[in-house]
Structure formats: C-alpha cells, structure tokens
C-alpha cells in the first residue's frame, strides 16, 4: 500500500467516524412533571440546536442501572439533573428545569466551560 493511498484512506476514515466528545446526559424518572415539561418544550428542538449540535442530548433513568461509561458521575434523586459530560468526565450541572426562557441560558454557560 503506498504512503499516499494510506493517508488518504486514514483521513477519510477520521473524517467519517463521528466523534461525540461531549454529551448533555439528562438524569429523569417516570412520574416527574418538570422532566416531562422538558420533554414537551425543549427535547424535540434539542438536536435541531448548536447546544444539540455540540452535546447530543442522552436520558437516563436514575432507577435503572446506571451505563457503564458514566459510573464516574453522581446521580441525584432530584428530576431532571442535566449533566454536561466530555470524555466520560463531568463538566457541569444543572439542578432542575428552569423552563424555557432561562434554560438556553444556563445551558451556554455549561457549554462555555467546554472551551476552558
């Protein structure tokens, strides 16, 4: 294999392997009015967003077996608790759905701290 062709096709694979460094992990459980007002206001636009963009939004479930790749991170019995998470480890937190108009906020300021 030439030197050129295998650079080549190492760039191509880096380019199509997305990379998701940073994840917005939104710990709820069934019966919580603000988790699912969060799913009614904000969820369906999330993906659509530069915030979904940078950190793809994952729900857990605080009663099921936590996912292995976040055993680092402490969850709370307080629904919903969004967690901003980058290479397994946690970067910010937000305690509680504020609603609509001051979560984008506090949710750049989280992103920010990616920057840092």
């Known amino acids: 294999m030439s030197t050129v062709y295998a650079a080549a096709l190492a760039l191509g694979l880096a380019l199509s392997t997305p990379v998701m460094a940073a994840e917005m992990i939104m710990f709820e459980q069934a019966g919580c009015a603000w988790c699912q007002r969060f799913n009614e206001e904000i969820a369906p636009a999330w993906p659509k967003t530069e915030q979904g963009q940078r950190a ?4 857990v479930d605080i009663h099921q ?12 019995r307080f629904t919903p608790t969004f967690v901003l998470v980058e290479d ?8 509680g759905y504020p609603g609509d108009q001051f979560f984008w ?12």
């Open 88 to 95: 397994g480890r946690e970067i910010a937190r937000l305690r």
């Open 105 to 116: 906020a506090l949710v750049d300021e989280m992103l920010a701290k990616l920057e840092q």
């Open 56 to 59: 793809p939004l994952r729900h």
């Open 65 to 76: 077996p936590l996912p292995e790749d976040l055993a680092g991170i402490p969850i709370e």
